[in-house]
């Protein structure tokens, strides 16, 4: 059984553009979560996606979105990048939302340079 | 909302026990705790879960105490291949963000 994929796992912008990045889950699961990792703060909740409905949102300005298509796959958006922006960005699947059981799978994450 | 509280980083020797602590003194009787580790330049994978009751699988065991603020990660003999970021989360069953919350986690060194 295929793991998450994320695409791509490099890419460097420049401040003022803007980026997608793309998560394809396991199949059959139908939640992806997005979280943005660096060294200063850790591991932290973007937003989470289900049934192509976006359920619960992290703390994270508008420049950040997010959309799930109906094959479960999803894509985030950052628009205007900021250097602050660079960071790893991993993607999760699970077969249920929000739920005690729901263990989360992890891509390998997609790294991020604003220069 | 549901927090945890880990040790930046903790040290073992290999091929002993280890005990990674993680305090919620905020959780409610919905919320379970998740043990998810991140080894380097790999994105996080699950460990162990549990609400209540002490739970083991082939990868750790996990110790809840009776208030269920406080719980022990237990790796019953480390090996070089788990030193990792250990994170402990909360995740309430009804669903809601804080529940995917991971913070820092508590970066585990083995010696050989």
């Known amino acids: 059984k295929a793991g998450v994929t994320q695409t791509p796992r490099y890419l460097i912008k420049t401040r003022g553009q803007q980026v997608t990045l793309s998560c394809s889950p396991i199949?059959?699961?139908?939640?992806v979560s997005w979280y943005q990792q660096t060294p200063g703060q850790g591991l932290q909740f973007l937003f989470e996606?289900?049934?192509?409905?976006?359920?619960n949102k992290g703390n994270f300005p508008g420049r950040f979105s997010g959309r799930q298509f109906s094959n479960s796959r999803s894509e985030m958006n950052v628009s205007t990048l900021e250097l602050g922006d660079s960071a790893l960005y991993l993607c999760?699947?699970?077969?249920?939302?929000?739920?005690?059981?729901?263990?989360?799978?992890f891509g390998e994450g997609s790294r991020l340079t604003v220069l | 909302d549901a927090k945890t509280t880990q040790p930046n980083s903790m040290e073992s020797n290999e091929e002993e026990p280890v005990h990674l602590p993680c305090n919620h003194s905020?959780?409610?009787?919905?919320?379970?705790i998740h043990w998810y580790r991140q080894l380097p330049s790999q994105g996080p994978e699950y460990v162990i879960h549990?609400?209540?009751s002490n739970v083991n699988n082939r990868m750790a065991s996990l110790a809840i105490a009776e208030d269920r603020k406080s719980s022990t990660l237990i790796l019953h003999r480390a090996t070089l291949r788990d030193a990792a970021v250990y994170y402990c989360?909360?995740?309430?069953?009804?669903?809601?963000?804080?529940?995917?919350?991971f913070g820092k986690g508590t970066h585990l060194i083995i010696q050989p």
């Open positions: 999760a699947s699970s077969p249920t939302s929000g739920r005690h059981t729901g263990e989360l799978f």
């Open positions: 989360i909360l995740r309430p069953s009804g669903g809601g963000a804080d529940g995917l919350t």
């Open positions: 905020t959780i409610s009787g919905t919320d379970y």
């Open positions: 996606y289900f049934s192509e409905t976006q359920r």
């Open positions: 549990g609400l209540t």
């Open positions: 199949s059959g699961h139908r939640s």
